[in-house]
């Protein structure tokens, strides 16, 4: 039997671990001390990213906003999770939805991010103690009535099949792009570098293609996210930098190089771990028509606010600070929840 949570309980319970989340204890800053130890993608830097991002977005206007619907007379089901573990808290979104909607969340955690996540959630029942019936933790996944998954393209087909009988939504593989005028200053791409560099990349929102004009001189762009090159410290991005440097080498494939990150010409997305694909164009309305042919890949677009592309858009520097009701592959997780 879960207890009784009203809406603003809810609300004043997420405000609650927001504060936290800005004023953090000796405990949490310790587990983003040694999150490195566990998963070597998750340095001190990269956690405190994470943790700062959801302390901002848990305030009182946005929470007030995201959760503005009428809740209907309660009848909780159980939400099973499968969260990934490619940058760190990258599921609370899904498990905060479930927990504003009323729901019961059934989490199975990834094995890349299973300290920090337990955690905040055992803080946000300190907090509002009518959540610990309300958030389980497992291994496989049982008795549930409803499923969101988030995993690669391969894995998606498991979980399209294994949960076809129950509502779901299911996540795929997405990349971000930027579109670039050639006008830009030297302010909005060292913005865009954020994009490109924050959590070393390995997000659906960071950029993984450039749109560029025919022509396009890389050196502005070069010089404007000089100071990123901090990446290259990590001994993971470095493996990946040196590996693809020697392939494009061996094979003789034209691209260029900064020292920290490689730029190639492709037509793809999706680009490998320290390398940026970059796309020429002639005119926007040629990247407007491979934008909605590929809406289905890509996350968000980065560019400036003068551009004007139908797509999911954002300004430079914003792609991996999304509001609460920015969701992930545009699916309206709360409409979804609150079907049930």
Request: hydrophobic share 40%; net charge negative; charged share 20%.
């Amino acid at each position: 039997m879960t207890s009784i949570l009203t809406l603003q309980k809810r609300k004043e319970a997420f405000l609650k671990l927001g504060e936290y989340l800005l004023s953090p204890d000796e405990l949490l800053l310790q587990l983003i001390q040694t999150a490195q130890h566990q998963n070597g993608w998750f340095t001190k830097e990269e956690t405190t990213r994470a943790v700062k991002a959801w302390g901002n977005s848990l305030n009182a206007t946005d929470l007030n906003t995201w959760l503005d619907f009428e809740p209907k007379e309660e009848k909780s089901k159980r939400v099973g999770l499968i969260l990934a573990g490619n940058i760190p808290l990258v599921g609370f979104h899904d498990i905060l939805s479930v927990l504003a909607s009323g729901h019961i969340a059934l989490i199975k955690l990834s094995s890349q991010d299973n300290k920090l996540t337990p955690y905040l959630l055992k803080k946000l029942i300190e907090i509002e103690p009518g959540f610990e019936d309300r958030i389980l933790f497992t291994e496989r996944l049982e008795k549930f009535d409803a499923v969101i998954a988030t995993g690669s393209n391969n894995s998606s087909r498991y979980f399209e099949y294994y949960f076809s009988k129950v509502p779901h939504i299911i996540r795929k593989n997405r990349n971000s792009v930027a579109v670039l005028t050639g006008d830009e200053t030297p302010e909005e791409l060292f913005r865009l570098g954020h994009d490109i560099f924050d959590y070393y990349g390995l997000g659906c929102r960071n950029v993984s293609k450039l749109f560029v004009p025919v022509a396009y001189n890389f050196n502005k762009f070069f010089e404007a996210i000089e100071s990123y090159k901090f990446v290259i410290n990590n001994h993971k991005y470095a493996n990946n930098y040196d590996y693809n440097k020697s392939v494009y080498l061996v094979n003789s494939v034209k691209h260029l190089d900064n020292g920290f990150l490689l730029l190639k010409g492709d037509q793809g997305l999706s680009s490998p771990l320290s390398v940026l694909f970059y796309e020429e164009y002639e005119d926007l309305n040629e990247v407007e028509v491979v934008l909605q042919t590929s809406a289905d890949q890509i996350q968000c677009v980065a560019c400036s606010p003068q551009i004007n592309i139908n797509s999911q858009k954002v300004g430079f520097g914003e792609t991996q600070q999304p509001k609460l009701w920015d969701y992930a592959d545009n699916i309206n997780t709360i409409a979804f929840l609150q079907g049930l």
